[in-house]
């Protein structure tokens, strides 16, 4: 259960099961193991393709919400919250609440940051005690780069230098767009020769918080059915990499699909034909609930996480979160596959604990 069975045989580790230490009492008591937070949608970069700073909302959770947050988090059976914006260091803060999370509940927790921060944030997340550093890592070489990638790219390297031996973690995280099919491979190899975590995710170029509208990216970025040979090189190779040991976060089979669902976006987190729960539960700046990642859906207008206190809330949540889900064309956001992997994962986990107990036939 704590590794994904490959195709040749082997098995490869995974972060949250393995580096994090998921035990199995507290895996009988989670509703779900995963979470997302956006500390806040505003952001000191414009990237074309986030689609997180176009949606302003009227009133953020201040610092204090936030910390009640992670309690609610914790009584919810999350293991993991990924703390991400917008750009979460914009806020003031932002030390109280790793200290609050370390100090006062048992998630493990990681900053996803475009690293265009102060000294002074700095020691404050570190004398905090952060326990994983997520950096944007897009472009390295390469021709007719962006102002915003190359600010992003080259603060990323740098940040990630700097934080070694001050935090456990470290991870790149590098978006695969037309732009940069060249330098992945290699990046990749770069930063796992270094102690590095990886990952990667293809540009979601649609699929914003309108339905019924897709906002199409640059087409200097998106993928498309010409790529595809290329994109199947690039997981070809990575997946190479991971089998031979590189610190690649993807399982083998998201790595695999890349080819096919990076320029279709096709692929689905829920079921089409039975009830599905979340695979990762992602909460918006302003404490709603989120059909998934890249859009707020109808359950954001009548759920936020201090709902989910209350257990029948949950169930109502969910089922609502289904119907919601079922509207929605597809992505391949790598943390929403990853994450409804060890979410089955759980499900058979219990399936066999109630078996041996004899409460299940």
Request: aromatic share 8%.
């Amino acid at each position: 259960m704590k590794n994904e069975k490959t195709t040749n045989g082997s098995y490869t580790p995974d972060m949250i099961w393995e580096e994090f230490k998921v035990t199995p009492d507290a895996l009988l008591g989670a509703k779900i193991l995963e979470s997302s937070v956006y500390l806040t949608r505003k952001c000191n970069l414009k990237c074309q393709y986030c689609k997180i700073i176009k949606t302003e909302l009227p009133l953020e959770l201040t610092m204090e919400q936030w910390i009640e947050v992670m309690d609610i988090l914790e009584g919810l059976g999350v293991r993991f919250v990924n703390i991400a914006g917008g750009e979460p260091t914009v806020l003031k803060g932002l030390g109280r609440l790793i200290s609050h999370i370390n100090n006062n509940t048992t998630l493990a927790h990681s900053i996803v940051s475009n690293s265009l921060f102060n000294d002074e944030k700095l020691k404050e997340m570190v004398d905090a005690g952060l326990k994983a550093y997520v950096a944007s890592i897009d472009v390295m070489d390469g021709a007719d780069k962006r102002l915003h990638d190359i600010r992003k790219s080259s603060a990323g390297m740098r940040m990630l230098e700097r934080l070694k031996g001050k935090v456990p973690y470290l991870c790149g995280n590098i978006v695969i767009s037309a732009r940069n099919l060249s330098s992945v491979v290699e990046v990749t190899r770069y930063l796992s020769d270094n102690g590095i975590w990886v990952n990667v995710c293809p540009v979601i170029w649609g699929r914003g918080d309108k339905w019924e509208s897709v906002e199409e990216a640059d087409n200097a970025y998106r993928l498309t059915n010409e790529h595809r040979e290329r994109l199947e090189d690039i997981a070809k190779r990575l997946v190479e990499l991971k089998r031979n040991g590189a610190l690649l976060l993807p399982t083998e089979s998201y790595l695999e699909g890349l080819p096919t669902y990076g320029p279709d976006l096709s692929w689905k987190c829920y079921s089409e034909t039975e009830p599905t729960s979340p695979s990762r539960l992602i909460v918006d700046a302003d404490g709603s609930l989120m059909t998934c990642i890249n859009m707020r859906g109808e359950v954001a207008k009548r759920y936020t996480v201090f709902d989910l206190k209350d257990e029948d809330t949950y169930r109502g949540f969910v089922e609502d979160w289904w119907e919601d889900a079922k509207r929605c064309q597809g992505c391949y956001w790598s943390t929403m596959v990853t994450a409804k992997q060890r979410q089955l994962m759980l499900e058979e986990f219990k399936k066999e604990v109630l078996k041996g107990n004899g409460t299940q036939g």
